[in-house]
């Protein structure tokens, strides 16, 4: 089971900030904390992960709550391209085996 | 970067045939594989986890009859979708995770099956 909630969709301006939320309210210490975005029939692209400190890359920025149990994944400046459905991912161990399981997403529509 | 190579892209078969899937990390070596479906406008369901070498893991409610997956190689994995009906059209996905966990999943370019 998705061990992550979000939106099921948001909706931003061409050139304005995007903040896209995301609940992880059971996650464990070890536990890192993976966003994908997917644009339709291709299969999901890697944009940024963290564990507890927030982190910046060339994509988008991620800010992790002080107690994990949510993040927020920024895109500082959206662009027509950066419409997609992004699912955030906590990357672990269940049961001794590693999973990668995937919520239903938050669909980004990129308003011209 | 590792990149992770699906073929066939798109494939169609008739009913009661069998379609294989291949996946391949190009430049690391993978001993587990993630395989996925996805039908459209929903989110990607786990079908099973490939591990080199040794039996794969299948999430509730998937038949590893209909679903083989074998995992032979360090880059190679396989999903063979056996006697394909037309509910068995989807979009399969493949992906292998990066060797620890501070790094990212690869993600095959998917695989779009439609079985007439």
């Known amino acids: ?112 | 970067g590792a990149v992770v190579s699906q073929h066939p892209s798109r494939v169609i078969c008739k009913s009661g045939t069998s379609v294989k899937i291949e996946c391949r990390s190009l430049d690391f070596q993978a001993t587990t594989m993630f395989w996925y479906r996805q039908f459209p406008k929903q989110s990607l369901m786990l079908m099973a986890t490939s591990n080199e070498g040794s039996k794969a893991t299948y999430e509730q409610g998937v038949e590893k009859d209909k679903f083989l997956i074998n995992h032979a190689s360090l880059t190679l994995s396989t999903l063979t979708v056996t006697s394909a009906h037309p509910e068995d059209s989807s979009f399969y996905i493949c992906s292998a995770p990066g060797q620890i966990m501070n790094t990212e999943a690869f993600f095959g370019q998917g695989t779009r099956l439609t079985v007439v």
Not at chain 1, 13 to 18: G, Y
Not at chain 1, 30 to 45: A, K, M, N, V
Request: proline fraction near 5%.
């Open chain 1, 1 to 112: 089971d998705a061990k992550t909630t979000q939106p099921n969709s948001m909706e931003s301006n061409e050139e304005e900030p995007v903040h896209l939320p995301c609940n992880h309210s059971t996650i464990s210490g070890t536990d890192y904390i993976h966003w994908y975005r997917q644009l339709p029939s291709q299969g999901p692209e890697y944009v940024i992960h963290g564990l507890t400190s927030n982190v910046n890359n060339r994509m988008a920025s991620l800010a992790i709550a002080e107690d994990r149990k949510s993040s927020t994944l920024i895109l500082h400046r959206a662009t027509l391209r950066d419409a997609a459905v992004y699912y955030c991912i906590l990357r672990g161990y269940q049961g001794g085996s590693e999973k990668l399981v995937f919520g239903k997403g938050t669909k980004l529509t990129v308003n011209p």
